[in-house]
């Protein structure tokens, strides 16, 4: 099996996963919906989530827990490659994600 189609699939995946997680940033078009489901706790002290953080961390709050749900979600619309190789993608996708952040491009410390 040619590796190109999935490698370039898994980049596509990570630009979408990154364009999401600075789209959900305050004062970015997805920052009211991502401030109201996190609860914005900074403004006011101690008010709850709305959210727990088990679903708002794979949706929009942290790039590698991002690459579980988007590349899932990802691979049930698109199908680019057998079943049994998707384990082994969402934690290259994870992989992939940690080394774009780790180079400084986003902060992953919100």
């Known amino acids: 099996m040619d590796l190109t189609h999935p490698i ?59 690459a579980s749900l988007h590349g899932i979600a990802w691979w049930l619309i698109f199908q680019p490659f057998p079943l049994q190789l998707l384990p082994f993608y969402v934690v290259c996708l994870c992989g992939l994600l940690k080394l774009i952040a780790t180079t400084g491009v986003v902060d992953d410390n919100r």
Not at 9 to 21: E, K, M, T, Y
Not at 41 to 52: D, G, H, I, L
């Open 8 to 66: 370039v699939f898994g980049i596509l995946n990570a630009l979408w996963i990154l364009g999401v997680f600075t789209a959900a940033e305050p004062g970015q078009i997805l920052g009211p919906i991502a401030t109201w489901m996190a609860g914005d706790s900074e403004a006011v002290p101690f008010k709850p989530r709305r959210f727990p953080e088990w679903i708002t961390k794979p949706l929009f709050d942290c790039v590698y827990c991002m």
